[in-house]
């Protein structure tokens, strides 16, 4: 993904942040963003939460605000896999399947 800027140069690609679910919050999973320098808000399991008090380690940071924010997004791709078209991509082009999520995202922005 790269995110355009009001000025020139090249466009960056590095997140900032990672929101991701407890399926993610594997410890080498972690440690690649830590090393790339990105921020990770990713609730830790509960098998995770025991292992890491036996071994006496610091709590990984998590940000409840910035997590509940996740559920906005998860409810736009629920609308948008309501169109049949989208979510089996009948669209094989690009160009395409954009147009068609633009379609169905104004759609539903217009309900």
């Known amino acids: 993904m790269r995110v355009t800027r009001p000025w020139p140069g090249r466009p960056r690609v590095r997140p900032e942040r990672v929101v991701a679910d407890k ?4 410890r ?11 921020k990770a ?6 098998d ?7 071994r006496r380690e610091r709590p990984c940071g998590f940000d409840r ?8 997004v998860e409810r736009c791709f629920h609308r948008l896999k309501q ?4 979510a089996t991509r009948y669209e094989k082009q690009p160009g395409r399947y954009l ?3 633009t379609l169905a995202s104004t759609l539903i922005w217009l309900q």
């Open 28 to 38: 080498t999973f972690r440690a690649y963003l830590r090393r790339r320098g990105i």
């Open 65 to 72: 605000a910035v997590y509940r924010r996740r559920n906005v």
């Open 99 to 101: 147009a068609a999520i």
């Open 23 to 26: 399926g993610y919050s594997a």
């Open 48 to 54: 995770q939460l025991a292992g890491r008090r036996r």
């Open 41 to 46: 808000t990713i609730p830790e399991r509960v």
């Open 83 to 86: 169109w049949r078209g989208i």
